[in-house]
């Protein structure tokens, strides 16, 4: 018996299981319990049980009719693809950003690296909301980034391609939205990148050019291929939490900013439809995990390939 507690609890079931067992209960669990609200009926503020037991017949009740309204209303689907834009548009310039600054630290003198690492860290020590609402600051009349893009004409630029409602008027904008979720989240995607070009053997470059490669077609033939990874894990770390981001596009973009995590607090705290609410949690939920189905997928065919 002490023998099969001891291999039960010790050496490499407890390193598998610990985090399993996280996973089960900070995860698993609690969506289960959504997924449970969103086919339940409610009443007033209880919900009907799925089984139940009446003359000694068993009956289970799943009500998907708001499945079923999601798929036919547009609302939710634009604002799904809503969603979808935004986080997507935010990673890309996430790694516009963050791919030349963590190439820039890996390349850096070792004794440079540690404070580099630190001012990427540095935001981290200020509470989020004070962050974005200092944005809030910035590019509204008298911030020094509204006189800035409103003396250079850059706000007339941005108004002819649809990103700001008019010239000067740049809060509440898709422009002021994206910038608000890249300036936060951009540390996420420079970390994973430093990491991944910091291991990077230097002497593959040295080679592409002993066989003639100018710098930039090392860079673009060895560099990049090689921090895939990066790219990938950093891209994911972006992408997922912007698709449900609320604080954000609501400081920044306005009510009229279509975002499923304004949805979720419409359907939940001013409709009090939590079935409803529910269901858009878990269509949101199933979406995310498509992109993480692929990095696992490319994860699992970068260690098989690796000697």
């Known amino acids: ?67 079923l309204f999601i798929t036919q209303d547009d609302l939710y689907f634009k604002t799904y693809l809503s969603s979808l834009k935004y986080a997507a548009c935010t990673t890309v310039f996430c790694l516009l950003i963050g791919y030349p600054f963590a190439y820039f630290m890996a390349r850096a003198k070792p004794t440079a690296q540690p404070a580099l690492l ?41 108004a002819s391609m649809g990103l700001v409602p008019a010239p000067g008027q740049l809060m509440n904008s898709p422009f002021s939205l994206v910038l608000g979720m890249t300036y936060t989240y951009l540390p996420f995607m420079i970390l994973p990148l430093y990491s991944n070009l910091s291991k990077m053997d230097m002497r593959l470059l040295e080679a592409a050019t002993d066989l003639g490669a100018t710098p930039f077609v090392a860079f673009w033939k060895v560099t ?50 939590w079935p409803m609410a529910s269901s858009v949690a878990v269509v949101m939920v199933l979406l995310i995990l498509v992109p993480l189905a692929v990095f696992s997928k490319y994860q699992a065919e970068a260690n098989e390939v690796r000697p």
């Open 1 to 67: 018996m002490k023998a099969w507690i001891a291999r039960l609890f010790g050496g490499r079931s407890a390193v598998i299981g610990i985090p399993y067992a996280w996973l089960l209960v900070f995860f698993l669990f609690p969506f289960l319990i959504v997924m449970k609200i969103s086919v339940s009926e409610m009443e007033s503020v209880t919900f009907k049980d799925l089984i139940t037991v009446a003359d000694g017949a068993v009956s289970l009740t799943l009500k998907f009719s708001n499945y």
């Open 118 to 158: 630190m001012l990427v860290m540095l935001p981290f020590w200020t509470s989020f909301l004070l962050r974005v609402y200092a944005w809030k600051g910035l590019l509204s009349e008298n911030g020094w980034a509204y006189d800035l893009l409103v003396g250079s004409g850059l706000d007339q630029v941005m």
């Open 224 to 273: 990049v291929p090689l921090s895939k990874a990066g790219i990938i894990a950093g891209s994911m770390l972006v992408f997922i939490p912007c698709v449900g981001e609320f604080v954000i596009p609501e400081l920044l973009g306005g009510p009229q900013t279509l975002m499923i995590g304004r949805v979720l607090w419409d359907e939940f705290f001013s409709n009090n439809d």
